[in-house]
């Protein structure tokens, strides 16, 4: 037990060693995650800035307020979707609420405290006292640094922790087969279980790398995120669910045409990226690319970060870990099987 | 007791028979030398004996040990040298050899004695993956050599260098002989092999032609130099095809 764990320990310091001073490495972990943010927030940014914004409402006052809804509705200008309570409404959403006493009492529009928040809060006060010219508007800020934005940030997060996962083991082990490193291993005391524990553990140094650079960036954005520990668990079926097909498609690969892997990593990983809800909500989209959007492993991972993350919900961040957990066991496990250093 | 012992040894790989019954008697000390044209079988012969390829029929000995039932055995007792080895390219050669140190349990002391054994003291602090040819394959020796081991597998070792680094490494496999560790070496070079070998087997289509000390063969088909040996045996077996 302890030569295994000095050979595992041996085998993840040579490893990280060797790929944390390439520059192709760094790339992947530091500034594609980097790359990823500002993309993510600027597409993010000029989606809310180029349509209605959506305008969540509770309205306690019935007919009167009903009224005062149909007004704001029939302006064009924003999209408004009642709601019962303040739980249903998306973090960081600009929202009214309309007092059983209106309109003796005062409209309360709650706004996150940023320029689009602002600017959503102005349009409002606008269209509400046009329609009443008593000021009959009372405005404040949500008390979040959080904005519809975090939740595309949470979607480079998911990228990044299943990137480097089936990169991570198909790279690394691409690079050690061309340089005959894999092949120097197998006749060495290193068993093939050893290789695979210190590979994943390789692959949890760069997501927790990535991951920390994300939430780095964002911080600097103005973007505050608190993670609950539970965040581990949907952090580590990343991992396992990637690093496992990186496995796979490792062992399925032909010695000497090793190179075949990256090809397909890379094949299976861009289109998940891209048909995922990383970026595009899948209520966005028409069926059937809705569904598609839903069962893609990368949107299932985001959403379980999205609600440990955003909306600091656990039951629901945990039931869309608990509909990845079972592939995450198998991928790991086939993947296990499959990287073999040696056929003895 | 032989270092090294097979008998009717069989591997394929689908319907292709890369070992075809090969049968060898290495004795424990002597350098012995694996000669044959690309795809003869030398590298698969090597990859059996370290315990990476599990072969299909025959039976096969290293240490006086069992292939494929004592292979954590064998692996502990014995370094190798694969073909064109690149080692960690990003970590120094003190590390890439202290890693193998931790790999088989060796102490940070018997790293230095090998990179004093080697010669490359002065390249310690150097990234492996700025070296020479030469410079590599003497780092990879020297990882060979970690663990103390009583065999050491050479596959190709010269391939590709120049002349002076490939006589700068004969030196070396003549002092690990001169310490009594069994070199089992295969070689597209047959001066290398003439001044190196104890013994030298020649293979074609996984099947051994030809095996005995340098001299002896020479002396045998009346040549000057092991290449005219070899071209000889090897172009009586292609004629024969």
Same mark, same amino acid.
């Given at each position: 037990m302890r030569d295994s764990l000095r050979r595992i320990v041996a085998t993840l310091v040579a490893i990280t060693k060797d790929n944390l001073s390439n520059r192709i490495t760094l790339f992947f972990i530091i500034f594609f995650p980097i790359i990823l943010t500002l993309v993510f927030a600027l597409v993010g940014y000029s989606f809310i800035n180029s349509t209605i914004p959506t305008v969540y409402v509770i309205n306690s006052a019935e007919r009167e307020g009903n009224k005062l809804i149909n007004y704001i509705n029939a302006s064009g200008l924003v999209n408004l979707i009642e709601v019962n309570n303040i739980s249903q409404i998306p973090i960081g959403q600009t929202y009214?609420?309309?007092?059983?006493?209106?309109?003796?009492?005062?409209?309360?529009?709650?706004?996150?405290?940023?320029?689009?928040?602002?600017?959503?809060?102005?349009?409002?006060?606008?269209?509400?006292?046009?329609?009443?010219?008593?000021?009959?508007?009372?405005?404040?800020?949500?008390?979040?640094?959080?904005?519809?934005?975090?939740?595309?940030?949470?979607?480079?997060?998911?990228?990044?922790?299943?990137?480097?996962?089936?990169?991570?083991?198909?790279?690394?082990?691409?690079?050690?087969?061309?340089?005959?490193?894999?092949?120097?291993?197998?006749?060495?005391?290193?068993?093939?279980?050893?290789?695979?524990?210190a590979i994943v553990l390789y692959q949890l140094i760069l997501a927790t790398i990535s991951v920390l650079v994300i939430l780095f960036s964002s911080y600097i954005m103005g973007l505050k995120m608190t993670i609950s520990p539970i965040f581990i668990i949907p952090f580590l079926e990343g991992l396992f669910f990637f690093g496992g097909l990186g496995g796979i498609i490792v062992g399925l690969t032909p010695r000497g045409k090793i190179f075949l892997a990256n090809v397909v990593s890379n094949a299976l990983f861009f289109p998940l990226m891209f048909f995922s809800n990383a970026v595009i909500p899948s209520s966005a989209l028409p069926y059937p690319f809705s569904i598609i959007i839903n069962f893609n492993p990368i949107s299932i991972i985001n959403d379980a970060f999205r609600y440990l993350i955003l909306y600091n919900n656990i039951n629901d961040g945990l039931l869309y870990s608990f509909e990845i957990l079972p592939f995450s066991i198998i991928f790991i496990a086939l993947g296990a099987k499959l990287v073999k250093l040696r056929e003895v | 007791m032989f270092a090294i012992r097979t008998e009717n040894l069989k591997k394929r790989f689908g319907r292709f028979f890369a070992l075809n019954g090969v049968s060898i008697n290495v004795p424990m000390g002597k350098v012995y030398s694996?000669?044959?044209?690309?795809?003869?079988?030398?590298?698969?012969?090597?990859?059996?004996?370290?315990?990476? !390829?599990?072969? &299909?029929?025959?039976?096969?000995?290293? =240490?006086?040990?069992? #292939?494929?039932?004592?292979? *954590?055995?064998i692996r502990k007792r014995t370094g190798v040298l694969p073909q064109e080895y690149n080692g960690f390219t990003d970590l120094t050669v003190k590390e890439n050899i202290e890693y193998f140190a931790k790999i088989y349990g060796d102490s940070k002391d018997h790293v230095k004695d090998i990179m004093r054994l080697i010669n490359i003291e002065d390249l310690k602090d150097k990234k492996f993956g700025k070296l020479s040819g030469g410079q590599k394959r003497k780092v990879g020796i020297a990882c060979?050599?970690?663990?103390?081991?009583?065999?050491?597998?050479?596959?190709?070792?010269? !391939?590709?260098? &120049?002349?002076?680094?490939?006589?700068? =490494?004969?030196?070396? #496999?003549?002092?690990?002989? *001169?310490?009594?560790?069994?070199?089992?070496?295969?070689?597209?070079?047959?001066?290398?092999?003439?001044?190196?070998?104890?013994?030298?087997?020649?293979?074609?289509?996984?099947?051994?032609?030809?095996?005995?000390?340098p001299k002896d063969i020479i002396g045998k088909l009346k040549v000057g130099n092991l290449e005219e040996a070899y071209i000889t045996i090897i172009g009586d077996t292609s004629n024969e095809r």
């Open positions: 009214v609420i309309i007092p059983n006493g209106y309109p003796k009492d005062r409209v309360e529009i709650y706004y996150s405290n940023d320029i689009i928040g602002e600017k959503v809060f102005m349009l409002l006060k606008y269209i509400i006292n046009s329609y009443n010219s008593n000021n009959i508007v009372n405005g404040e800020t949500i008390s979040t640094s959080l904005n519809p934005i975090s939740s595309l940030i949470i979607g480079a997060i998911g990228i990044a922790v299943s990137a480097n996962a089936l990169f991570g083991i198909t790279g690394v082990t691409i690079g050690y087969e061309r340089d005959k490193v894999l092949l120097r291993l197998a006749s060495s005391p290193l068993r093939n279980i050893e290789y695979l524990i | 694996l000669l044959g044209p690309n795809g003869a079988g030398k590298t698969t012969t090597v990859e059996v004996l370290n315990c990476i !390829l599990k072969h &299909d029929y025959g039976k096969v000995q290293v =240490l006086g040990l069992e #292939i494929p039932k004592d292979c *954590k055995e060979a050599l970690v663990g103390n081991p009583e065999i050491i597998f050479l596959d190709e070792p010269t !391939l590709g260098l &120049d002349p002076l680094a490939r006589r700068n =490494l004969w030196e070396i #496999i003549k002092d690990l002989r *001169k310490n009594g560790i069994t070199i089992f070496m295969t070689t597209h070079y047959m001066e290398e092999a003439e001044v190196l070998s104890d013994i030298v087997a020649i293979i074609d289509k996984g099947v051994i032609i030809e095996e005995g000390n």
